[in-house]
């Protein structure tokens, strides 16, 4: 069965400073996908990126980036200059692709990231 | 355009009580799924749906029914609320097979049992 593990339940950082959420997975299957979704306090869950697993290349975007290590079944996301805005509950997922395609995601507990104006 | 709606956004229930959460989606989507998310426990898969007329249980199905007669709509029904049912419920959509797995989710109801 797959999991996703997010080892740190809250973060507080000040503002300016980088800041970065580590994911964990754990997969029997060599196709996959990982994504991060950001859920602000108003509590909408927003899609940030998705990765498959043949795809190893850092993405940034913007303050944004994210690090995906196979080796490590690792996809940790990077804040850089972080701001205020920036504060929200954020989740990793994963999907394993089956005879329907990937459509089921399974969700990490989250990590709750606080920026300290 | 209205995206993914869920109907009620607030519900207080006693135990044993019954209802209904409607999610509808203007997106032509064909995947939907019900999650709930709990306290430290993170978004978790009840029921979800492929395709109109079909449905299949998530990760934590019991004590939950849904239906997908129209496409545009998905149900998730509660027969005999239980206060562990207390939650908020999040609906979500997604294109379909060759989809970008980027779920669409409504804002999501809160449900109290009492």
């Known amino acids: 069965a797959q999991k996703v593990t997010q080892a740190q339940t809250e973060i507080s950082v000040v503002e300016k400073e980088d800041v970065t959420l580590d994911c964990v997975y754990e997969?029997?299957?060599?196709?996959?996908?990982l994504f991060w979704y950001k859920q602000p306090p108003s509590g909408e869950l927003v899609f940030l990126i998705r990765?498959?697993?043949?795809?190893?290349q850092n993405e940034i975007s913007g303050r944004y980036s994210w690090n995906f290590q196979k080796s490590t079944s690792s996809f940790n996301f990077t804040i850089t200059a972080s701001q205020v805005v920036d504060s929200a509950v954020y989740f990793c997922?994963?999907?394993?692709?089956?005879?329907?395609?990937?459509?089921?995601?399974?969700f990490g507990t989250g990590t709750r990231l606080t920026i300290i104006p | 355009n209205a995206g993914v709606t869920q109907t009620p956004k607030f519900r207080v229930l006693k135990t044993g009580q019954s209802m209904t959460l409607l999610c509808a989606q203007d997106m032509n989507h064909e995947y939907m799924y019900w999650y709930r998310q709990d306290p430290g426990m993170g978004l978790r898969l009840i029921h979800y749906?492929?395709?109109?007329?079909?449905?299949a249980k998530g990760e934590v199905p019991d004590g939950y029914n849904v239906s997908r007669l129209k496409k545009q709509n998905f149900l998730l029904g509660l027969e005999s609320a239980a206060p562990s049912q207390t939650s908020v419920y999040f609906c979500a959509t997604m294109g379909g097979r060759l989809n970008t797995g980027e779920l669409f989710f409504g804002e999501g109801s809160r449900l109290t049992v009492l």
């Open positions: 997922a994963l999907s394993e692709v089956s005879n329907f395609g990937n459509e089921k995601l399974t």
């Open positions: 997969t029997r299957d060599t196709t996959y996908y």
């Open positions: 749906s492929v395709g109109e007329g079909t449905t």
């Open positions: 990765r498959n697993s043949f795809d190893e």
